[in-house]
Nanobody, 123 residues
Framework: QVQLAESGGGLVQAGGSLRLSCAAS????????MGWFRQAPGKEREFIGA????????YYTDSVKGRFTISRDNAKNTVYLQMNSLKPEDTAVYYC????????????????WGQGTQVTVSS
């Protein structure tokens, strides 16, 4: 069992940066691939990117490639989402999630979810 808690969201101007953190409880954190998703009002939850259990491999959706970076520190049971060059269309609630299936892009492939953190990008 893994419990996840995101932090670091907030209000930022377009072009700015934010770093989200996702802290995990439980001793098996390093067994999980970790993903980041986001959900804007009235839209479906969208895959952003994921990182494998060791941190050696990452995968991103095209809309965030080159702007967002996922990393993890297994000693701290934490995964990060560094977001640069933010755009108003990045405004959403951001979620981290854990999967035992390796890097995955679909919500149903993730067994554990955090409660989400709001990111608002003003123009």
């Amino acid at each position: 069992q893994v419990q996840l808690a995101e932090s670091g969201g907030g209000l930022v101007q377009a072009g700015g940066s934010l770093r989200l953190s996702c802290a995990a409880s439980g001793r098996t954190f390093s067994s999980y691939a970790m993903g980041w998703f986001r959900q804007a009002p009235g839209k479906e939850r969208e895959f952003i990117g994921a990182i494998n259990w060791s941190g050696s491999s990452t995968y991103y959706t095209d809309s965030v490639k080159g702007r967002f970076t996922i990393s993890r520190d297994n000693a701290k049971n934490t995964v990060y989402l560094q977001m640069n060059s933010l755009k108003p269309e990045d405004t959403a609630v951001y979620y981290c999630a854990g999967s035992l299936l390796g890097i995955a892009t679909m919500t149903y492939q993730y067994a554990y979810w955090g409660q989400g953190t709001q990111v608002t990008v003003s123009s």
